[in-house]
């Protein structure tokens, strides 16, 4: 099953916990969506403002997946200490930060 497979991965052992970690990875994702809404509203970032401009569509959504990225980020870990999953999350982010060139500010000892 490929549940197994993802709980060895991920080092968890119980179902529940792999359930709370789908969870706050769902609520995360939309959370991060809501909140993004307003700060791209608030800076007048839309899709309109790139109409006029060529590629315009593909500018916009690089820039709205830049601004939300971040703010991603940080909700993860904040539900994920709610769901007392912050080692999980936060070991998660490392990973993830690494990955994206951000290698330097987590040395492991």
């Known amino acids: ?33 809501r909140v993004g809404k307003p700060i791209l509203d608030f800076i007048k970032l ?5 109409e006029s401009i060529p590629m315009g569509d593909i500018i916009y959504w690089t820039i709205r997946i830049l601004i939300v990225f971040p703010i991603y980020q940080v909700i993860l870990i904040i539900i ?17 930060l690494k990955r994206i060139g951000f290698k330097r500010f987590f040395k492991d000892y």
């Open 80 to 96: 994920g200490a709610l769901f007392f999953q912050f080692s999980f999350f936060w070991n998660f982010e490392k990973k993830i």
């Open 46 to 50: 839309n899709p309109e403002s790139f």
């Open 1 to 33: 099953m490929y549940y197994k497979r993802l709980k060895e991965k991920w080092g968890i052992s119980s179902n529940f916990q792999l359930v709370i970690i789908f969870i706050v990875f769902g609520i995360t994702g939309t959370l991060s969506v």
